[in-house]
């Protein structure tokens, strides 16, 4: 029966309008930090690299897959570029090197997961401490930084367009928040525009059928997990530019935080499935929650009990209605 | 226990009616027929004298006297039992522990499980239904399906002591996942339970078993009862004019084109890990029956033509060309299949009906998706299955088994397929629909498609196929022509194929 209820309206919503009051409770107790463009243009800089993964990761968990590997993808991928650089090479070699990491340590991911058939928890957990212990074996168990790093690859991260022109005068949009728009529209496009979207879809709504039907599950499925490497890659560059130094540790935090965000998009799918928009409440609510508490003092231990209940509520208040219906 | 009298049972869904003043009455000793089409009430029915879901109204009286029941300990309490066409069992766990499922296990000071006083009382339980054969401590999940309805009924028999006897005993479409030696065993076992003295309420799309088993049947239509009447007293066609509202005949329409020169498919003293001896070959626009006993090895034939399989021995030549090695390369040269379980190996519940009928068909849009030409086709699809659906994003899920299976014939014939590969094609379908998918199929051979059409269904077979391939243990024992073969023939066949 489609009859549109209040009810449904507000599960499917709830996780926005949740975003909303966020917003509008710091803009109410911090008047005079909070509600600028400066600190919003910040947020937008602090949440670019868990927007990425995060975005990157909605690719496998489209799938029912997920992949716990990507943080440590993240460290390998910078510390791969640092020892380069370190090593002389330029910019460019170190970049394409560290991204090839991604991609074909996410490539092998999938090929555990979709041809030998190992479930994604254990073949990324496995992988996971693969590549970590890598990360360590490339740098040495040492942070590279300093002269090592060149000042064009750090200066990524520092730069930004000039907002002058539409009134914002000394503000700038960081590249990386527009590296991790570009992100999010290729994914989008990748997701829902096109064939190869429309099939992920298929197989995480019932993999048997798919295969049955004549998708071929196992190829897209080591694509899949190719693209999420990939994303982990292009975060671990931006974290390295970010600090201007790499340690094989450094990418760590960033797995739960993108679960999280996806799961928090997943509240808002008709079906719970997870869509990249909807991933970006999730980074959105994760980045801004952690800004305005970050700005009222709260202490951060606190801060990281707040986070988790309000993620546990989100799923749970959707759960609760997703049974109701 | 003499009767047991359902009373203006009556349930709306958000306004919705799906059960109006609906008046049931049971017998002991009898088995009573619920029939209807799907969406008629019988799934609610079951469900409020299940307690599973609150009645707006309902009185049960046992003999005349009420009976409580609100809730599903009270229909235990009662003596109610169900045996669903999913079986739940745990796959983990031994059978003694599934058939005590949900029992009070017994125990040894208190505080141990007594494992032989389980063991023995499973076993009994079981010896009553004449399943001696089952070994009560092997893991439940190694058992063939027909044990595993075995062990599920054995739980609804299993009384507690201070609970009452069991005197109800609810069959949903229990024969619907099982083959045709399983289903004759079933038929032994409702026998026993109406010796016993109990009544039983059997549910089931299937007309031939409900002639065969029941004492009398009460149809329901669109939430409505509209007959209730002794087998003895009605015939099939009477049944199904009353669950459809309108004569419908069940004579499955004739071949009005002949089978063409051209083979689609041939076999030669193939042998695969599942399947030997396959000898015979296939013209298009023919089409070809598979019988079998429990997993015969039907499923293993279409999903080796479909790209699944290896072969160890021997040949398979597929429209003019060699066998494909996927799934994927099967539906790119024109085979299209539906599989045996919808829900499970078919259907993207969550998703609507143009993403289930079309994704194996993406790649005829390009990279980018297209979705006003995707709306259009789906819906010239859904119009030549006769698909009845509130839209094309409306998810499978909400639709009813007939108007599912439907969707996987859209999907199966939106390319005009060579040849197309049906396992059980109308399983769990209502009567109106099993017609129009029998109808389409026979279409499509007529316009050249070559057909494998694997079924427990004989009727179905022995009215659509051309010729019927009869395999045992998945192995060709003999390819039968259609000519004069009725369903018990063919009943004698499958059952003891070298005795012929």
Redesign the interface.
């Known amino acids: 029966?489609?009859?549109w209820t209040l009810s449904a309206a507000l599960r499917q919503w709830g996780t926005f309008l949740g975003l909303l009051a966020i917003v509008l409770f710091f803009a109410w107790r911090l008047p005079e930090t909070f509600p600028t463009a400066q600190n919003f243009l910040n947020i937008s800089q602090q949440i670019s690299m868990l927007a990425v993964v995060a975005f990157t990761m909605t690719i496998v968990m489209v799938m029912n897959d997920f992949d716990l590997s990507v943080g440590s993808t993240a460290s390998l991928a910078g510390i791969v570029a640092a020892a380069l650089f370190a090593a002389g090479q330029p910019v460019w070699v170190g970049v394409s090197a560290a991204l090839a990491v991604g991609l074909l340590g996410g490539a092998f991911n999938g090929f555990l997961v979709a041809y030998i058939g190992i479930l994604p928890f254990i073949a990324t957990l496995g992988t996971l401490t693969m590549f970590s212990g890598a990360a360590f074996m490339v740098s040495d168990g040492k942070t590279i930084f300093g002269r090592d790093i060149p000042a064009e690859f750090a200066g990524f991260a520092r730069f930004g367009i000039p907002l002058d022109a539409i009134g914002l005068d000394g503000a700038k949009l960081p590249l990386m928040t527009i590296a991790a728009v570009i992100v999010l529209l290729v994914v989008w496009l990748l997701l829902?525009?096109?064939?190869?979207?429309?099939?992920l879809?298929?197989i995480?709504?019932?993999r048997?059928?798919?295969?049955?039907?004549?998708?071929?599950t196992r190829r897209l499925r080591l694509i899949a997990f190719g693209l999420t490497g990939l994303g982990a890659a292009v975060a671990g560059l931006m974290y390295a530019s970010r600090v201007a130094s790499a340690n094989p540790t450094q990418g760590a935090g960033l797995m739960l935080d993108a679960i999280a965000a996806v799961f928090l998009g997943m509240t808002m799918g008709r079906?719970?499935?997870p869509r990249v928009l909807a991933t970006l409440v999730g980074v959105l609510i994760l980045g801004i929650l952690d800004n305005g508490l970050t700005q009222m003092n709260v202490d951060s231990y606190v801060r990281e009990v707040l986070i988790g209940a309000i993620v546990v509520s989100a799923v749970a208040i959707s759960a609760v209605g997703q049974r109701r219906t | 226990m003499q009767t047991l009298r359902f009373q203006g049972l009556t349930k709306a869904y958000?306004g919705?009616p799906a059960l109006s003043d609906v008046t049931l009455s049971l017998s002991c000793g009898r088995v009573h027929a619920l029939m209807g089409e799907n969406g008629a009430g019988k799934s609610t029915l079951i469900k409020l004298i299940a307690g599973v879901v609150a009645a707006d109204q309902m009185t049960v009286l046992r003999d005349g006297a009420v009976v409580p029941l609100r809730t599903a300990a009270e229909a235990t309490k009662a003596g109610f039992r169900f045996i669903h066409q999913e079986l739940n069992i745990v796959p983990q766990l031994s059978v003694a522990e599934n058939v005590l499922l949900g029992h009070p296990a017994p125990h040894r000071f208190g505080a141990f499980i007594d494992w032989r006083s389980l063991e023995d009382r499973a076993a009994s339980a079981l010896a009553f239904l004449g399943a001696e054969h089952i070994d009560v401590r092997q893991q439940a999940g190694a058992m063939a399906t027909g044990d595993r309805m075995l062990t599920r009924i054995a739980s609804a028999l299993v009384a507690d002591a201070g609970a009452a006897e069991p005197c109800l005993y609810v069959f949903d479409e229990p024969t619907a996942a099982l083959t045709v030696t399983e289903s004759t065993k079933l038929f032994d076992v409702i026998a026993r339970l109406k010796e016993r003295g109990a009544a039983v309420l059997y549910v089931s799309h299937r007309m031939n078993e409900v002639l065969q088993i029941c004492d009398d049947v009460t149809v329901l239509r669109d939430g409505r009862h509209v007959l209730t009447t002794q087998i003895a007293k009605t015939s099939s066609a009477e049944i199904i004019e009353a669950m459809t509202g309108k004569p419908v005949s069940d004579t499955i329409p004739g071949r009005t084109a002949p089978v063409r020169q051209r083979i689609a498919c041939r076999l030669t003293t193939l042998t695969t890990r599942d399947l030997s001896g396959l000898d015979l070959s296939l013209a298009q626009g023919e089409i070809l029956g598979v019988a079998g006993l429990d997993q015969g090895g039907q499923t293993a034939f279409l999903r080796l033509i479909?790209g699944q399989g290896r072969i160890q021995k021997g040949l398979l030549e597929v429209l003019g060309g060699r066998a494909p090695k996927?799934?994927?390369q099967?539906?790119?040269r024109g085979i299209a299949?539906v599989?045996r379980e919808r829900r499970?190996?078919?259907?993207?519940?969550?998703?609507g009906v143009r993403?289930n009928t079309l994704?194996?068909h993406?790649?005829d849009?390009?990279?980018?998706?297209q979705k006003r030409s995707e709306v259009a086709r789906t819906r010239t699809l859904a119009d030549q299955v006769r698909l009845r659906f509130?839209?094309t994003e409306?998810?499978v899920g909400?639709l009813s088994g007939g108007n599912q299976q439907k969707v996987l014939f859209a999907?199966a014939i939106a390319k005009n397929p060579k040849l197309l590969l049906l396992e059980e094609p109308t399983r769990g379908v209502d009567v109106g629909a099993r017609a129009e998918i029998h109808g389409l199929i026979r279409t499509l051979s007529n316009s050249g498609t070559a057909v494998i059409l694997a079924s427990s269904d004989l009727v179905e077979l022995c009215g659509l196929a051309d010729r019927i391939l009869i395999l045992q243990g998945g192995r060709q024992v003999a390819v039968v022509d259609r000519q004069a073969m009725t369903p018990a023939d063919l009943l004698s066949r499958i059952y003891a194929p070298e005795a012929v």
């Open positions: 029966m489609k009859t829902e525009q096109t064939t190869f979207g429309r099939r879809y298929a995480g709504g019932n048997v059928a798919a295969e049955l039907a004549g998708i071929n079906e719970g499935e | 958000g919705v479909l996927s799934p994927e099967a539906w790119a299949y599989p499970s190996q078919g259907l993207m519940l969550g998703m993403p994704f194996p993406l790649g849009y390009g990279f980018l998706a509130q839209g409306q998810p909400q999907r």
